[in-house]
């Protein structure tokens, strides 16, 4: 029987799997749960992640990537393993080529990282793919036409910016700058303000509900509950859109260097094309309130959200398995 060809965005902060002929099967948090009496492994994706935080001092959740890369190779390989398991990839007659999407600018020694959690993971062949230009595809671009196209993917861990043409990257730029960033800015911001601590979760949750960085983008407030840092009681506050867009303004200023860094580079030909196209915002970043607006008016051309931001990398692996045969010099 024939083996299947998997797709996977390897996200920070999402794992997305994408099956030849079936679309987007999984979709699940980058955390694994481990005991660390005995390091078994208690629970993977969104049942972890809901013990972030919460959980007693024998058990630790984890999130074996970080920026964009693999910071705990075996968690990563058995986060891996359960996640081509759980969507049918591998079994004891067959196993699947894996097309995996990387930041633009991680190192041979972070690449051969990547194959290798997936060869053990039990793929027989492994390919990898710069996470643009899959970003890129999955937004409904034709990069394979000579003529410029612009993406700016922010993810978890990594804000990768890129002008392609041809079928390939032209001028490119990844930071480790993105989602992550965002919500360990706004939780600095409410420790230093306010004297309160709070969680990860917690600034997720401020960054989804009320966050903007736009000045004025939104008119919101929303009510927040932390540790007191003078007291050491729980207390609760209110905080409001303004103060959040005060709060981000520090990593956005970066992500808009970088994407004029790029402009800047980019031929002018595939630069008059850009203007006639506009930038393409992919990646879980792209939902943040005024984003589009901001870079629009830093960088002087349109910029536009794409259909389902979140889901455009892992499109991308899906359309790219049915043209393995373009993929095939990315083999490492």
């Known amino acids: 029987m024939m083996s299947k060809d998997i797709g996977i965005d390897l996200g920070t902060a999402n794992v997305l799997i994408h099956v030849k002929g079936k679309g987007v099967v999984l979709d699940e948090p980058s955390v694994v749960a481990i005991d660390s009496d005995g390091g078994r492994v208690l629970a993977v994706g969104e049942e972890a992640r809901r013990m972030v935080g919460r959980t007693p001092g024998n058990i630790i ?17 058995t986060m891996m393993k359960y996640f081509i398991d759980q969507v049918g990839g591998r079994s004891w007659y067959s196993h699947p080529r894996i097309l995996i999407c990387a930041p633009t600018n991680i190192t041979s020694v972070e690449q051969k990282a990547i194959r290798q959690a997936a060869e053990r993971s039990g793929a027989k062949e492994v390919f990898l793919e710069e996470e643009p230009k899959a970003a890129a595809i999955g937004a409904g671009m034709d990069i394979y036409e000579p003529s410029g196209n612009m993406v700016v993917d922010i993810g978890g861990g ?6 392609l043409s041809m079928g390939d990257i032209v001028t490119a730029s990844s930071i480790k700058i993105a989602g992550d960033k965002f919500d360990s800015s706004i939780i600095k911001y409410i420790k230093t303000k306010y004297k309160l601590l709070i969680g990860e979760r917690t600034a997720e949750d401020i960054k989804i509900g009320i966050g903007t960085v736009y000045p004025n983008g939104r008119v919101a407030e929303m ?32 992500i808009v260097a970088a994407a004029k860094s790029v402009l800047e580079r980019t031929p002018p030909e595939l630069s008059a094309d850009i203007i006639d196209r506009g930038v393409i915002l992919t990646g879980g970043g792209a939902l943040l309130n005024g984003l589009d607006e901001l870079l629009a008016e830093e960088l002087r051309v349109p910029v536009l959200i794409a259909e ?18 373009k993929v095939l010099k990315k083999k490492f």
């Open 223 to 254: 009510d927040i509950r932390g540790r007191d840092m003078v007291s050491g009681l729980p207390l609760t506050i209110t905080i409001t859109a303004n103060e959040i867009q005060e709060a981000l303004a520090d990593p956005i200023s970066t």
């Open 308 to 325: 389902d931001p979140m889901h455009c990398v892992v499109k991308g692996t899906g359309i790219m398995l049915d043209n393995l045969d």
């Open 158 to 163: 990594t804000t990768d910016v890129a002008v």
């Open 61 to 77: 959740a984890i999130r074996p990537l970080r920026d964009g890369v693999i910071a705990d190779f075996e968690v990563t390989e």
